[in-house]
């Protein structure tokens, strides 16, 4: 077990709705990220926090969005919900840049389907 | 659970032999890389990680090694059991883009046939 947590475990939308993923990192970490997980492939990078401040972003577009608190867990929001965004939706934690280690330790995922 | 890697490549081999999970990369500039298990409907879990300065690095049953010339990764697997049937992904990070961003491979397959 990493100690990164995640709710709900599955989920049930209709296309336009939104919706909120929620992330606990693991004690100690600082830097949550944030992975999308289609069917068949490889995670893909959403966007980083790092001491609350967004730490990069890859190719979503806006309606995807995020949050991370001073306790370090962290929400991913996506509105306007369309059916490729059926996925599993992973987060990932870590100790931080200033410690010069980039391991990533990954939760169980959230399970979007949107219909 | 769910089923993770539908169109996979997928390497079969029988319990107690070793296994090897090869991945290449594109990217000259990475500078770590991670080997990560993911069975179905859980999240990938981290299995051993490299450095670029570094050429091997062992683990427990586990080894990576790092061919920089050629930008390809592999993982061995000794003594395989059937608990590491799963999907297997390499990631890298690369420097200079700021944000410690891991980008993973399209994954391979193990089944271990008892």
């Known amino acids: 077990e990493t100690g990164v947590t995640q709710s709900p475990t599955h989920l049930i939308k209709t296309r336009g709705q939104q919706v909120t993923l929620r992330c606990s990192s693991q004690?100690?970490?600082?830097?949550v990220s944030w992975y999308q997980q289609a069917l068949g492939q490889g995670p893909q990078f959403i966007f980083q926090y790092y001491r609350e401040e967004e730490n990069g972003r890859g190719n979503f577009p806006p309606r995807f969005s995020g949050l991370q608190f001073p306790n370090y867990s962290s929400e991913l929001n996506v509105n306007a919900l369309e059916l490729d965004d059926s996925a599993l939706y992973l987060c990932?934690?870590?100790?931080?840049?200033?410690?010069?280690?980039?391991?990533?330790?990954f939760g169980p995922g959230t399970r979007l389907t949107v219909l | 659970g769910e089923s993770v890697g539908l169109h996979l490549p997928t390497l079969s081999v029988q319990e107690g032999d070793n296994s090897i999970i090869n991945c290449a990369y594109s990217n000259s500039a990475s500078d770590y890389f991670i080997w990560y298990k993911q069975e179905s409907g859980k999240g990938p879990q981290f299995i051993i990680d490299i450095r670029s300065n570094m050429d091997k690095r062992q683990g427990q049953r586990v080894t990576v090694l790092l061919n920089k010339t050629v930008k390809h990764l592999s993982l061995q697997i000794a003594a395989t059991q059937p608990g590491d049937s799963a999907v297997y992904f390499c990631a890298e990070i690369s420097r200079g883009t700021g944000r410690r961003a891991l980008t993973f491979g399209s994954g391979t397959r193990l089944q271990v046939q008892p």
């Open positions: 990932a934690s870590s100790p931080g840049a200033e410690t010069s280690t980039d391991t990533q330790y």
């Open positions: 004690s100690g970490h600082n830097t």
